[in-house]
C-alpha cells in the first residue's frame, strides 16, 4: 500500500511536470518532438541525474517504461489542449506541491539506503525534486526558475530531505517519508499562498 501510494504520487508528479514542459514548448513555439523532449526533461529529468549519481543500475525512468509513457502523455495533453483555467490552477500547485514531496523523500532515502551519508542524500534530495524542472529551463536557454522569480521550491525540497535524514538516522524510515513528504509539500504550499520567495 505504501509502495503504491509513492509510486502513485511519483507518476502523478511525472504527468502534471511533463505538462509543464508542454506549456514551455508551447510558448517557445516548438514541434511535437520539442513538445516530447521538454516533458521528458522536465517529468524524469531529476530522478535520471540522481540514479545516474548513485551508479546502483539503471535510473527507474528507463527499467520501468510507465514512467516515459506517463511523461509522453502529459506531453500529448499539452500539445492537444490548452492548459490553463480554473481546473488546472487548483489542482497543479496540489500535485505539484505532493510530487515534490515524495521526490525529494525519494531521492533521499534512496541514497541513504545504498550506504551514503546524510549529506549526499540531502544533495541528492533536493536534485531528485526540482533537476528536471531545471533542466527544461537550460534546454531552452533561460535562468532555471529555482534560481529566482518564483516562489521557495528548491528550499521545501531541502526541508523535506532534511526530515527524511533526520527519521533515517533515528530508525523511523517509514515514518520519515510520510512526514517528509508532507512537510515538503506543505511547505511548498504555504510558500504559494504566501508569496515566499
Sequence with gaps: ?????????????????AILGGMVARDKRLDPVGFAALALLSGLG???????????????????????????????????????????????????????GCWATVGAQKTLSLGLGWLPALLLGTITAVGGGALRDLFVQRIPQIFGGNTLYASCAVVASAVVIGFWYA???????????AVGALMCLLARWRGWH
Excluded: C, K
Design 171 to 181: 530508525g523511523l524510515s517509514t515514518a520519515g517519508a510520510l512526514v517528509g513528504t
Design 1 to 17: 500500500m505504501f509502495v503504491e501510494l509513492f509510486r502513485a504520487l511519483d507518476l502523478a508528479g511525472v504527468f502534471t511536470n
Design 46 to 100: 531529476g530522478g535520471i541525474i540522481r540514479d545516474t549519481l548513485l551508479q546502483h543500475g539503471p535510473p527507474v525512468a528507463l527499467t520501468d517504461s510507465l514512467y516515459a509513457l506517463t511523461a509522453i502523455a502529459g506531453a500529448a495533453v499539452a500539445f492537444v489542449l490548452p492548459v490553463r483555467g480554473r481546473v488546472w490552477n487548483v489542482s497543479f500547485p496540489l500535485i505539484d506541491a505532493l510530487a515534490l
